[in-house]
């Protein structure tokens, strides 16, 4: 009997003492919505400055080729939770709802015994699973006073207002997750996802005249023809000129705030409405182009730079409790974004400024302070590199890579060198045709394969891909060699055909004459 018991103490004891000592590492996953590298002083500092973002690049690893596979927020986020592209997980366009019964990176990493959470934008309309802690938007969330879905694996979902600017609310639910809700006996694995900088770009109290004295540089490409290229670059409705609307620009205040929100609001943008519309009339169409440009950049580098601050607060919390040795602190968006390129705002296109995303990983003691990485990595490979992270081992039907050998230095010889894209929402918001495409990061090609068109970009010699060398001889070559591997990647992801869809009814226009 006294035997018996000695050896349970003993045997209990050691339980309690490997729990304690669980020294796999934490991860915390900063992620926002639209956020480019044009906007992140690491990657491009000719905009503004992101000091706590840089911090995350400073002490660790900048990817400059991180590409998305299907450059739209559902889609992105589904890639994420699954490691695998959009045909497989089944959520290829906003408006489609998210499988969460299918496997997901939280659910294998809860299973492994870490305390997962979810606080702030999460898009994916079903309930989130896997996760002990969600407190999450409902849909894209507002800019200021929004309603959220709080629950978890053992908490029923139940909806709470707030009051206040959803950055810094979710900023404040990160931290308070981190003090009072981790379990420290277990690693953790927190995604704390940011709303911003999506549309419409509202910024927060504290900086709504922030940057209002100074001029933003345009793009060398604002006032692109779309000449030079297939016919969907015209077609499109994202144009800075013709689609930014009244509550885009700030003409009209949203309609959502409390009386003090709304008197800060119109104190800082009543007197530069004023300004603009007085003189309005007697501008030529290039000075609206460029008035619209400075009002449009400005609002989103505002609403980049409360998400920066509460990255910073959450930075600062880490290293005050001694977390941030064995934490791996994940930044990065669900894909890039025009921020005036070609004449444009919004996103979906496989050109550079969309398919790019900022991906920066800072893991104390394992990537080396400050390095930059070239290869090609994606969001697909996201959930692959936190299981590695994790120890747990990745399942042979996600379609990514860890991407932990280049966070150690060492890029695996047989690591990717082209990557597939593939658009799918058309007829959609902002009418991008649908298309795929293939880039070794000097070349792409691209093909809209409902219209029979295609591109193809010399990225050394036109990085701003104004000029499709598609039909021209002297790529003949390199177009054949880019569609094999196209063909090829198709195969290996095993993406089926994607069918044009039948077109819809034409909308009546007004009444009818009789
Ligand atoms: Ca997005």
Redesign the pocket.
């Known amino acids: 009997m006294k035997f018996l018991s000695t050896t349970f103490l003993v045997a209990a004891l050691t339980l309690i003492s490997a729990v304690a000592q669980d020294s796999r590492p934490n991860i915390v996953f900063i992620f926002t919505?639209?956020h480019c590298q044009q906007a992140l002083s690491a990657y491009d500092a000719t905009r503004m400055a992101t000091p706590n973002m840089d911090r995350i690049a400073e002490g660790g690893m900048l990817f400059n080729r991180c590409y998305v596979t299907n450059?739209?927020?559902g889609p992105?986020r589904a890639v994420i939770q699954t490691g695998k592209h959009s045909h497989l997980n089944g959520f290829v366009r906003n408006g489609n709802t998210f499988n969460g019964d299918q496997q997901t990176f939280p659910k294998l990493l809860n299973a492994a015994g870490y305390q997962t959470a979810v606080i702030g934008k999460w898009h994916l309309k079903s309930t989130p699973q896997g996760y002990d802690y969600f407190d999450v938007l409902i849909g894209q969330g507002p800019y200021y006073n929004p309603p959220m879905l709080y629950g978890g694996i053992e908490a029923e979902a139940t909806k709470r207002d707030h009051v206040g600017y959803t950055t810094d609310i979710i900023g404040e639910k990160a931290l308070d997750w981190l003090k009072n809700d981790r379990d420290p006996e277990k690693p953790f694995m927190l995604m704390f996802q940011h709303k911003a900088p999506?549309r419409n770009w509202q910024p927060g109290p504290k900086y709504l005249t922030w940057l209002d004295d100074q001029e933003i540089p345009e793009p060398a490409t604002l006032f692109d023809d779309y000449s030079n290229r297939a016919s969907p670059a015209a077609n499109q409705t994202m144009e800075i000129k013709t689609h930014l609307n009244d509550r885009d620009l700030k003409l009209v205040a949203p309609n959502n705030l409390t009386p003090e929100q709304l008197e800060a609001w119109n104190a800082a943008y009543e007197p530069k409405n004023e300004a603009y519309l007085a003189k309005r009339d007697s501008m030529t169409e290039k000075e609206i182009i460029q008035w619209k440009y400075q009002r449009y950049v400005k609002d989103y580098l505002r609403s980049v730079k409360s998400v920066d601050d509460t990255i910073g607060d959450v930075l600062d919390y880490l290293e005050a409790e001694g977390l941030d040795e064995n934490t791996v602190v994940i930044y990065s968006?669900?894909?890039g974004?025009y921020l005036g390129e070609h004449g444009w705002f919004d996103?979906r296109w496989m050109y550079e400024e969309s398919l790019k995303t900022p991906l920066l990983v800072k893991w104390p003691g394992v990537v080396e302070p400050g390095s930059v990485s070239n290869d090609i990595v994606s969001n697909l490979d996201f959930a692959e590199t936190f299981l590695e992270i994790a120890g747990v081992d990745v399942p042979e039907d996600m379609q990514g890579e860890s991407f932990g050998p280049i966070l150690r230095g060492k890029t695996p010889r047989d690591w990717r060198t082209t990557f597939y894209y593939h658009y799918y929402e058309f007829p959609g918001a902002h009418s991008v045709a649908r298309h795929y495409g293939v880039t070794d990061g000097d070349h792409k090609l691209i093909q809209y394969y409902h219209l029979d068109e295609g591109e193809l970009f010399d990225l050394k010699k036109d990085p701003n891909e104004m000029n499709s060398v598609y039909d021209s001889p002297e790529y003949a070559s390199k177009r054949k060699e880019l569609e094999s591997e196209l063909e090829r990647l198709r195969e290996y992801y095993q993406v089926p055909e994607d069918p044009k869809p039948e077109p819809r009814e034409p909308r009546k226009k007004g009444k009818s004459k009789s």
Do not use: A, F, L, R
Request: hydrophobic share 15%; with cysteine.
């Open positions: 919505d639209d450059g739209i927020c992105s999506h968006s669900d894909q974004w996103k």
